[in-house]
């Protein structure tokens, strides 16, 4: 059974930091591709951030500079360190499981909001 489990996400004030963690599990995790993505309300879900299973990362123009996807293939976390949030990064944000031609799974979100 495939699980995706999302933690870390709350409330911020603008410039603030968190960090959101997803714990994968009935996957083949270090062949697997994480991402981060993540949808605003009356938006569209859009990619954040995506590491791939050898560790090469890729950001959103909107979050370069501010946040890191990491991952540990050991304990088949994935992470996201979010620095210097502003109002506009409040949304839903979904892990998700990716191998080509395998399989995609995703979490079932994680609230984080940005408010004074």
């Known amino acids: 059974q495939v699980q995706l489990v999302e933690s870390g996400g709350g409330l911020v004030q603008p410039g603030g930091s968190l960090r959101l963690s997803c714990a994968a599990s009935?996957?083949?995790?270090?062949?697997?591709?994480m991402r981060w993505y993540r949808q605003a309300p009356g938006k569209e879900r859009e990619l954040v951030a995506v590491?791939?299973?050898?560790?090469?990362?890729n950001y959103a123009f909107s979050v370069k500079g501010r946040f890191t996807i990491s991952r540990d293939n050991a304990k088949n976390m994935v992470y996201l360190q979010m620095n210097s949030l502003k109002p506009e990064d409040t949304a839903v944000y979904y892990c998700?499981?990716?191998?080509?031609?395998?399989?995609?799974?995703w979490g079932q979100g994680t609230q984080v909001t940005v408010s004074s």
């Open positions: 590491i791939s299973s050898g560790g090469s990362t």
């Open positions: 009935g996957i083949i995790f270090s062949l697997t591709a």
């Open positions: 998700n499981a990716y191998r080509p031609a395998y399989y995609e799974y």
